[in-house]
Protein backbone atom coordinates (compact mmCIF):
# COMPACT_ATOMS: atom_id res chain seq x y z
CA UNK A 1 0.00 0.00 0.00
CA UNK A 2 2.70 2.28 1.17
CA UNK A 3 4.77 1.56 -2.43
CA UNK A 4 1.59 2.20 -4.43
CA UNK A 5 1.00 5.24 -2.57
CA UNK A 6 4.23 6.63 -3.46
CA UNK A 7 4.16 5.62 -6.97
CA UNK A 8 0.79 7.35 -7.70
CA UNK A 9 2.48 10.37 -6.12
CA UNK A 10 5.23 10.45 -8.36
CA UNK A 11 2.94 10.30 -11.40
CA UNK A 12 1.24 13.40 -9.90
CA UNK A 13 4.58 15.21 -8.80
CA UNK A 14 5.75 14.46 -12.57
CA UNK A 15 3.15 16.26 -14.12
CA UNK A 16 1.27 15.64 -17.61
CA UNK A 17 3.32 14.59 -20.09
CA UNK A 18 4.36 17.26 -22.30
CA UNK A 19 2.52 17.44 -25.90
CA UNK A 20 4.20 17.25 -29.42
CA UNK A 21 3.89 20.47 -31.35
CA UNK A 22 4.29 20.62 -35.52
CA UNK A 23 4.84 23.52 -37.95
CA UNK A 24 3.39 24.18 -40.76
CA UNK A 25 5.71 26.21 -43.56
CA UNK A 26 6.09 26.99 -47.23
CA UNK A 27 9.93 26.50 -48.47
CA UNK A 28 11.30 26.84 -52.35
CA UNK A 29 13.96 25.51 -54.58
CA UNK A 30 15.48 27.04 -56.80
CA UNK A 31 17.07 27.07 -60.82
CA UNK A 32 13.88 25.88 -61.33
CA UNK A 33 11.38 27.30 -58.87
CA UNK A 34 9.27 24.77 -56.78
CA UNK A 35 7.58 25.36 -53.85
CA UNK A 36 6.48 23.36 -51.01
CA UNK A 37 4.04 23.17 -48.32
CA UNK A 38 4.85 20.92 -45.32
CA UNK A 39 4.81 19.70 -41.78
CA UNK A 40 7.24 19.01 -39.46
CA UNK A 41 7.38 17.34 -35.46
CA UNK A 42 9.34 19.59 -33.51
CA UNK A 43 11.49 19.37 -30.30
CA UNK A 44 10.11 20.25 -27.06
CA UNK A 45 12.24 23.49 -26.97
CA UNK A 46 10.96 24.91 -30.54
CA UNK A 47 7.13 25.11 -29.59
CA UNK A 48 6.88 29.03 -31.02
CA UNK A 49 7.48 30.73 -34.74
CA UNK A 50 10.89 31.69 -34.24
CA UNK A 51 11.90 28.18 -32.43
CA UNK A 52 10.55 26.48 -35.04
CA UNK A 53 12.29 28.43 -38.22
CA UNK A 54 15.59 28.04 -36.41
CA UNK A 55 15.32 24.14 -36.22
CA UNK A 56 14.00 23.88 -39.82
CA UNK A 57 15.95 25.88 -41.67
CA UNK A 58 19.14 23.40 -39.97
CA UNK A 59 16.44 20.47 -40.99
CA UNK A 60 15.81 21.11 -44.50
CA UNK A 61 17.97 19.77 -46.74
CA UNK A 62 18.13 18.86 -51.00
CA UNK A 63 18.62 22.96 -51.49
CA UNK A 64 15.12 23.40 -49.65
CA UNK A 65 14.99 27.09 -48.50
CA UNK A 66 12.69 27.96 -45.84
CA UNK A 67 10.21 30.37 -46.91
CA UNK A 68 7.63 31.03 -44.18
CA UNK A 69 6.34 28.93 -40.90
CA UNK A 70 2.66 29.41 -41.27
CA UNK A 71 2.17 28.32 -37.62
CA UNK A 72 3.05 26.75 -34.87
CA UNK A 73 0.67 23.45 -33.35
CA UNK A 74 -0.35 20.65 -31.77
CA UNK A 75 -1.32 17.85 -32.88
CA UNK A 76 -5.46 18.02 -31.81
CA UNK A 77 -5.12 21.33 -33.75
CA UNK A 78 -4.94 19.83 -36.96
CA UNK A 79 -2.17 17.58 -37.68
CA UNK A 80 -4.02 15.25 -39.63
CA UNK A 81 -6.42 17.77 -41.19
CA UNK A 82 -2.89 18.70 -42.75
CA UNK A 83 -1.72 15.76 -44.27
CA UNK A 84 -3.33 15.58 -47.22
CA UNK A 85 -2.01 18.78 -48.41
CA UNK A 86 1.49 18.39 -46.86
CA UNK A 87 1.66 15.10 -49.31
CA UNK A 88 5.21 13.57 -49.03
CA UNK A 89 6.20 16.82 -47.00
CA UNK A 90 4.41 15.20 -44.09
CA UNK A 91 6.75 14.85 -41.51
CA UNK A 92 9.27 14.68 -43.66
CA UNK A 93 11.51 16.48 -42.21
Do not use: N, T
Amino acid sequence: MKRALLILMAFVLAGPASAACYADYKAKQDDPLRLHYGVVELPDDACDSSSAAAALRDRLDDGWQLLQVISVFDDEDGLEKRKASAGEFFLRY
